[in-house]
Nanobody, 119 residues
Framework: QVQLVESGGGSVQPGGSLRLSCEVS????????MGWYRQAPGNGRELVAR???????NYADSVKGRFTISRDNAKNTVYLQMNNLKPEDTAVYYC?????????????WGQGTQVTVSS
């Protein structure tokens, strides 16, 4: 059984910052590669950042240098620090394993957290 609870979204002006959190209830969290995904209206879901169990990170080119993913294995929590936000970052943000956790042949997702960047 897996539970993913995202929080920290909101509305900010361009150039602003937000910090997203994701509490994960899953077996062996510490050994899983975790990621932050986002889905903008009319678009598919994309992986924007990932972090391995050892702390290695990768980012989509669109967020590189602006977003930072981190994890606290003692708290089963993944974070996404987002700086210098742009209107094109507007989306619902989700955390999940990489690849996404599956239940009965379907990807399992939490409720996500909305990020809106506008002036």
């Amino acid at each position: 059984q897996v539970q993913l609870v995202e929080s920290g979204g909101g509305s900010v002006q361009p150039g602003g910052s937000l910090r997203l959190s994701c509490e994960v209830s899953a077996n062996r969290f510490s050994i899983r590669t975790m990621g932050w995904y986002r889905q903008a209206p009319g678009n598919g879901r994309e992986l924007v950042a990932r972090i391995t169990s050892g702390g290695s990170t990768n980012y989509a080119d669109s967020v590189k240098g602006r977003f930072t993913i981190s994890r606290d294995n003692a708290k089963n929590t993944v974070y996404l620090q987002m700086n210098n936000l742009k209107p094109e970052d507007t989306a619902v943000y989700y955390c999940n394993t990489v690849p996404p956790y599956r239940i009965r042949d379907s990807d399992y997702w939490g409720q996500g957290t909305q990020v809106t960047v506008s002036s």
